[in-house]
């Protein structure tokens, strides 16, 4: 349904938002806010190679998501490379063509996610010779590791880049926290949450009992034990071996559970290697999982893991909070300080401390009755962290 108007009598606020692509996470977030009469949202995308089943190379594999990303919104594709472009390193994204977009006198401001492509900063300055507001929007955090040279750079290089920003948006605590680091007063800071599309996961996650017991059968795992899922890629960064390190241990002590392993990567084979050599019979994995079926794996679930480091949000943790799960994650995954409260929702332990991670589960596999308060918790929290609140946060601006 549409958004009430805060104020019904002026023109909609016109907002570009530049995309390396169209992103899953996203595009749902500007349909919802294109639903409110305040604003008229258009996504500027470089490259169409999420919609043509181009590799993903955090996955391993081609990749084409099965939601409509571009439904709700306004979109345009920066030429007609957009077809042939793959997102990789900072020159991989340069397009002119985002000069004359811009400044064609279409938009008031203009959304950028980072300065990690060329083309961020080239539409930074052509919104700046346009009059055009810019806002600024990241992930980073000050937790993330950076080599000595970077760090010494950095704060001076962003102060100069933030400066030309009028406005710096906040995921979150942590993200808050690293603009003021960097020299952003206080009042060019607005909180715009890191959220998912909070209500088509709830719906989808919710499964009966009878359900819940046919997807794990489909999935070949043992309806009678507690399930611990990972869902993410298999990245080095991300950990997954240490779930599988944690769970022989606990087998060790009497304690077991079936695993999820959802997802692909470069360490796939490797993963699979090391469950043949711990002797783990409970750990499934399911491949890539497609957008629609997520909300079922995360509703046949009962606990979530994600041991990251170097993680600067990780959505996923927003997505299986809407489904109810008590959540085991890394100290160092960014959004620890708004998602996760210990003992109340989850328990935290330190990235790469495996008897840690150990820890953090037993307490939820041997007490079924705080696994489930716990996740009813998450879903609480998470209710209270949604596009409503982008929308709020936004307008907060316009006013």
Aim: aromatic share 10%; charged share 25%.
């Amino acid at each position: 349904m549409p958004i009430e108007s805060s104020n019904s009598k002026r023109s909609p606020f016109r907002i570009a938002v530049l995309n390396s692509h169209p992103i899953q996470y996203f595009a749902p977030l500007y349909a919802y806010l294109n639903t409110s009469e305040d604003f008229d949202i258009t996504a500027l995308y470089c490259s169409d190679f999420s919609l043509r089943g181009d590799r993903d190379p955090g996955f391993g594999q081609n990749v084409t998501w099965d939601l409509d990303l571009l439904a709700g919104y306004h979109a345009v594709f920066l030429g007609e490379r957009a077809k042939t472009r793959t997102p990789g390193g900072f020159w991989s994204l340069v397009c002119p063509e985002v000069w004359r977009e811009v400044r064609s006198g279409h938009y008031d401001a203009l959304i950028l996610h980072g300065h990690n492509y060329a083309v961020n900063l080239l539409a930074l300055l052509a919104a700046k010779t346009a009059g055009v507001k810019v806002f600024m929007r990241g992930e980073t955090h000050l937790g993330l590791q950076r080599s000595g040279f970077k760090q010494c750079i950095r704060r001076p290089l962003m102060n100069l880049l933030y400066r030309a920003c009028d406005r710096c948006l906040a995921i979150g605590t942590a993200n808050r926290a690293f603009y003021q680091a960097m020299g952003v007063p206080e009042h060019k800071i607005v909180t715009i949450p890191y959220a998912v599309d909070n209500d088509r996961f709830i719906a989808a996650a919710r499964l009966s009992d009878q359900e819940r017991r046919d997807w794990l059968q489909r999935l070949g795992a043992d309806t009678n034990q507690p399930v611990v899922l990972y869902a993410s890629k298999f990245q080095r960064r991300k950990h997954p071996d240490d779930l599988l390190k944690a769970v022989t241990r606990l087998r060790e002590r009497g304690i077991r559970c079936t695993v999820l392993m959802v997802g692909s990567g470069e360490m796939q084979d490797e993963l699979r290697q090391l469950v043949t050599r711990l002797n783990l019979s409970d750990v499934h994995f399911t491949g890539f999982i497609n957008q629609s079926d997520l909300p079922r794996i995360y509703g046949a679930s009962d606990i979530f893991v994600l041991p990251s480091e170097n993680e600067p949000w990780g959505l996923i943790v927003n997505e299986v909070m809407c489904a109810a799960l008590p959540v085991v994650i890394s100290k160092e995954v960014g959004c620890v300080p708004d998602l996760v409260r210990e003992g109340d929702n989850g328990f935290l332990f330190q990235a790469g401390d495996i008897e840690g991670l150990a820890r953090a589960l037993e307490p939820l596999l041997t007490d079924a009755g705080l696994m489930k308060r716990m996740g009813q918790k998450s879903r609480e929290r998470i209710e209270g962290w949604s596009y409503a609140e982008c929308l709020q946060g936004l307008r907060t601006i316009l006013n």
